[in-house]
Every structure is written in structure tokens, then in C-alpha cells.
């Protein structure tokens, strides 16, 4: 098919390895056309396959999605239980087809204020595909980089007052270990889609040094092509890291 990308022969010069991505404008979408915003969230949701697949054909090892962060609870109730049951839908929907293609899921954020069928069905998903490794998928769903820095700050101390921890031993190399994201490596792009220039609390601490792309188009429109076009453009950055030009 033409236009559509080919495994193996599409693999992008430079391409990053790790991708998070803010996946904004749902609801401006819906409204656009005069639907509420949860139609705009079900578009949203059923882009995310096609950009999961890309992954291993681009060369992306890691895509990390911001879902839900711990500030839309904000949103109405009618808005906030059908995000919560897109993701229980999403998850009974996907599964199969995650399993199959290798993906590794993963859950980041807060999962206490989340309802129990839901942890359940996201803790089988990640034991289900445990054993994979072609593409990382991590999902966050109630979080926020401020809440996730607390959290560990909090486990760090508990650590330091157990006694298993000297607070001299405490370095930069040391509280990324008690992040949610203590497996990933930091993130090499960051898109935000929606036109929004902003980090909304997404991976505070992880993307000190992430390239950003903030790009108009509204997540339900985000397409494959416009994702290869960001990887390519990534391989052409250069850097730097606070050193000079190499
Ligand atoms: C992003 O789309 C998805 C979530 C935050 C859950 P929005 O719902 O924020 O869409 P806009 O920004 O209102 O258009
Ligand atoms: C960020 O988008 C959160 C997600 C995409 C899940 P928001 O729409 O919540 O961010 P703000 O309110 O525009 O900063
Ligand atoms: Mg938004």
C-alpha cells in the first residue's frame, strides 16, 4: 500500500529512541464537529495503534503516551468516567493484538485514586506482555511528573529513615531509581500535539535534556506520516548537552 510504512525498509537515519508523546486536542476535534468530547476521545484512542506499529519500522524502542495526567480530574464527572472506561475498553480491545506484536505495556502514574477493575485489567496487561520486547509502550494514566518526583521523594526517605540509604549517597543518579520510569531511558522527543506550547507536568525530570516538537495538528488527526516526519527531523538535531557543537 502506498504511503503506508514497510517494516524493514523504513528504518530513519538517527531516529529516537525513546518518544513520549502529550496527546492533546480531543476535545477541540469533537467540538470542531459539533460532537462532545468523549467522541473526540475515542478518535484519539484508535490513532494510537497505528503510531504503536510504526515504532519497530522507524527504529522508536520506547513510546511513552500521556493518557490521563493528575490535573484532568478536574474535567466533569460525565468526561472523567468515559476516559476511565475508554481505558478499560482500550485495554479489553487491544490486548490481543499487543501481545502478538511484542509490545511491552507498561503503566506510569498514581494508581491509588484509580478504580480496582481497571488496576486489575492494567496489571494483567503488563504480566501478559512481560515476555516482550520489540517495541516499549508506556502508558500514563493519573499522572504527573510533580506527583511521580513526590512520591519518590517519599520512598527515597522511607529508605534514608530505614536506614538503607545515606542521605550522602543521594545524587542525581539516585532518585530517577524511584521513578515510575526507572526502566526507561529518559525520552528523546517530546510531541505535543494541539498547538499547545507547554509541558502539562508531563516527565518533568526525564526530559531535561528531551528534544521538543510542539506541532498544530489535533491528536485524532496526528497521522503516520506527520510521526515520520518528526523522527526524521530528530536526526537532524544536534546535541549538545550544555558542551559545544560536535
Ligand atoms: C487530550 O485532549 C486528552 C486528555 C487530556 C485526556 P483534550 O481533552 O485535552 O483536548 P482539548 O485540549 O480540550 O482539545
Ligand atoms: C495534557 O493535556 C494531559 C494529557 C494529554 C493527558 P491537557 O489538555 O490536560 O493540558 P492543559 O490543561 O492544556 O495544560
Ligand atoms: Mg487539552
Redesign the pocket.
Same mark, same amino acid.
Given at each position: 500500500m502506498a504511503g503506508v510504512p514497510q517494516p524493514q525498509s523504513d528504518l530513519i537515519p538517527g531516529c529516537p529512541r525513546h518518544v513520549a508523546i502529550?496527546?492533546?486536542g480531543n476535545g477541540r476535534w469533537a467540538t470542531q464537529r459539533g460532537r462532545p468530547r468523549l467522541y473526540g476521545h475515542h478518535a484519539g484512542a484508535r490513532r494510537v495503534r497505528e503510531i504503536v506499529e510504526c515504532c519497530p519500522i522507524f527504529g522508536v524502542d520506547y513510546l511513552t503516551i $500521556? *493518557? $490521563? =495526567?493528575t490535573?484532568?480530574w478536574k474535567r466533569t464527572q460525565v468526561e472523567v468516567a468515559g476516559l476511565m472506561n475508554l481505558f478499560r475498553r482500550y485495554i479489553i480491545k487491544e490486548t490481543r493484538a499487543l501481545v502478538t506484536s511484542g509490545v511491552r505495556v507498561r503503566f506510569i502514574g498514581d494508581r491509588v485514586r484509580l478504580d480496582r477493575k481497571l488496576t486489575q485489567m492494567m496489571t494483567e496487561l503488563e504480566a501478559a506482555t512481560a515476555q516482550n520486547s520489540r517495541v516499549h509502550l508506556t502508558i *500514563?494514566i493519573n499522572y504527573g511528573g510533580r506527583d511521580e518526583v513526590a512520591r519518590a521523594t517519599k520512598r527515597l526517605a522511607a529508605d534514608v529513615a530505614a536506614g538503607n540509604l545515606s542521605p550522602d549517597a543521594v545524587d542525581e543518579e539516585t532518585l530517577p531509581r524511584y521513578l515510575d520510569t526507572h526502566v526507561l531511558p529518559d525520552p528523546d522527543l517530546v510531541i505535543r500535539t494541539s498547538g499547545?506550547a507547554?509541558i =502539562?507536568n $508531563?516527565l518533568l525530570w526525564q526530559s531535561a535534556y528531551s528534544e521538543y516538537e510542539f506541532i498544530d495538528t489535533l491528536w485524532p488527526d496526528f497521522t503516520q506520516a506527520e510521526f515520520q516526519r518528526l523522527c526524521t527531523a530528530f536526526g537532524g538535531r544536534d546535541r549538545r548537552y550544555g558542551g559545544v557543537r560536535r
Open positions: 502529550i496527546m492533546d $500521556f *493518557a $490521563f =495526567s490535573e484532568n *500514563a499547545e507547554r =502539562s $508531563f
